[in-house]
Structures are given as C-alpha cells and as structure tokens.
C-alpha cells in the first residue's frame, strides 16, 4: 500500500505547492525518519536458529557459500539474466516528461505501475502454485517486451500509461516468483544470505542495463533504449527455456 499511496502523496505535494520539488523531498524525510527510529527501536529479532541436521555457521565462509552456490545458483543466473532485459523504472518517468505529462501527473504514473503489480501479484502466485513458474516467467518478459514497444512509439501521454501498466504487469508476474524461487532453493539456515546474494547479483545487473540504457538515451534517443530493451527481453524470455527448469531443479534439492 506504500508504494501507491507514498506516489499519491507526491502528486497531491507537488500540486500544492506548485512543483517546489526541494520541498517535496523534505516532507519525504519524515517517513523516513520514522522508518529507521521503527527499526531501532520498535522491532527485536528473534535469535537464528540453526536448520536441522545443520549447525550454524558463518554464512561467508568458503563452505557455506559453496553450499549456497549449489542451491541456489540457477535461480541467481536466472535473476541476472531477467534483470538485464529491464533498466530503472526512472526510464519511465523521464519518458513520461519527454511524451509532455506535467510534472505533477508524473508520479501518478508510478501509483500505476505500482497498483498493477500489487494486483497482480497475488494471482500470479495461486496459479504458479498450479502450473510452476517458467511459463508465468516467460509471459513476464513478453508484458515487458510489449511495454518497451509502446514506450518506444509513445508520444502522449495515454500511449505511456499504457506502457507503464505493461510494466507493472511484467513486475507482478516476475518478482514475487523470484523471491519464492530464492526461498524454497536456499537451506533455511543460510535464506537470509541468499537473499543478499540474489539481491547483489540482479542490483549489478541493473546498474549495468541502466548505464546501457542511458548511453544509447544520450546518443540515440528515448526511443532506441526501449528498442534495445525490448530486444533484451525477447532474449531473455527464450532463455527461460534453458535455465528455469534447472532453477526448479535447485527449489526441490
């Protein structure tokens, strides 16, 4: 609910106050200070707890991570690949400025994006439970394939939208599978750690789909970097094929 209503609340600030965006992200700092004064002092971890048949160990250590590795690779190489076909969605924000959406209106384009993830989120994860993930993973990169067309020929303001719907569908068919995947595949004593792994692997893989992004935006244009990342993502869809049966290989190690 965060994410729709945190871009809500954006909207409405910068319609207030007449797009004053240094005092839209001060006001942003409140939540955020609450957040961490929550953590610090609101929660308390329970104390881990060794997987049976298994003591505790130090998750960076060469056996653990050797152990790790087996477990969980194929859904890591999986991760990277995807998050390779799909650059940051402030893309989609500075596409939405360069299609003449007012600046005010941009965020309302997140609550979107964000909106259309949340609902499809939960279907999805029924039905993966009934047909496995791969074909939910592949039809995920065609929503994201069919996104970066529109976003590619957009020139108002509807055409973008509808591009970013796309997206938001593409991200409610992919990433909650993602984090199933990484929790059934990883040994529960070392889950944490393989989600810290699996979140390294894809955060590079982004930083580099972004700086690809980017450079073909400086010296092409919005267009070519939808273009590429539809080509990426076709790529990537295929790929499915090849390496998510043996990610489904690694849930039911």
């Given at each position: 609910?965060g994410a729709?209503i945190?871009?809500?609340?954006a909207?409405v600030?910068m319609l207030a106050?007449a797009n004053?965006?240094?005092?839209v992200?001060?006001?942003?700092?409140?939540?955020?200070?609450?957040?961490v004064?929550?953590?610090?002092f609101g929660l308390r971890e329970?104390a881990p707890?060794?997987?049976a048949?298994?003591?505790a160990?130090?998750p960076?250590?060469?056996?653990t991570?050797?152990?790790?590795?087996?477990?969980t690779g194929?859904?890591v190489?999986?991760?990277?690949?995807f998050?390779l076909a799909?650059?940051?969605?402030?893309?989609l924000?500075?596409r939405a400025?360069?299609a003449?959406?007012?600046?005010?209106l941009?965020?309302?384009?997140?609550?979107?994006?964000n909106?259309?993830q949340a609902a499809s989120?939960?279907?999805?994860g029924r039905?993966?439970?009934?047909?496995?993930?791969a074909?939910?993973?592949?039809?995920g990169?065609?929503?994201?394939v069919?996104?970066d067309i529109?976003?590619?020929?957009?020139?108002d303001?509807?055409?973008?939208?509808?591009g970013?719907?796309?997206w938001g569908?593409?991200?409610?068919?992919t990433q909650?599978l993602?984090?199933a995947?990484?929790?059934?595949?990883?040994?529960?004593?070392?889950r944490?750690?393989a989600?810290g792994?699996?979140?390294?692997?894809t955060?590079?893989?982004?930083l580099?789909?972004s700086?690809?992004?980017g450079?073909?935006?400086?010296a092409i244009?919005p267009?070519?970097?939808?273009v590429?990342g539809?080509?990426?993502a076709?790529?990537?869809?295929i790929?499915?094929?090849f390496?998510a049966?043996a990610?489904q290989q690694g849930?039911h190690?």
């Amino acid at each position: 609910s965060g994410a729709v209503i945190g871009p809500l609340l954006a909207s409405v600030l910068m319609l207030a106050l007449a797009n004053d965006f240094r005092s839209v992200f001060w006001i942003a700092v409140l939540p955020g200070l609450l957040s961490v004064a929550l953590l610090a002092f609101g929660l308390r971890e329970p104390a881990p707890r060794a997987e049976a048949g298994h003591p505790a160990a130090a998750p960076w250590s060469r056996k653990t991570l050797t152990r790790l590795l087996r477990a969980t690779g194929p859904v890591v190489a999986l991760g990277a690949v995807f998050t390779l076909a799909r650059f940051s969605p402030a893309f989609l924000v500075l596409r939405a400025g360069q299609a003449g959406v007012p600046v005010a209106l941009v965020p309302l384009l997140v609550v979107a994006m964000n909106a259309v993830q949340a609902a499809s989120s939960y279907p999805v994860g029924r039905l993966s439970d009934r047909i496995g993930p791969a074909r939910l993973l592949a039809a995920g990169m065609g929503c994201l394939v069919a996104s970066d067309i529109v976003l590619a020929l957009a020139g108002d303001g509807v055409s973008v939208l509808a591009g970013v719907v796309l997206w938001g569908l593409h991200m409610g068919l992919t990433q909650g599978l993602f984090a199933a995947l990484v929790a059934d595949a990883a040994p529960a004593a070392l889950r944490g750690t393989a989600f810290g792994l699996f979140n390294l692997v894809t955060g590079v893989a982004l930083l580099a789909a972004s700086v690809v992004a980017g450079g073909l935006w400086d010296a092409i244009g919005p267009a070519a970097t939808f273009v590429a990342g539809g080509a990426f993502a076709a790529a990537a869809g295929i790929g499915v094929a090849f390496i998510a049966p043996a990610a489904q290989q690694g849930r039911h190690a």
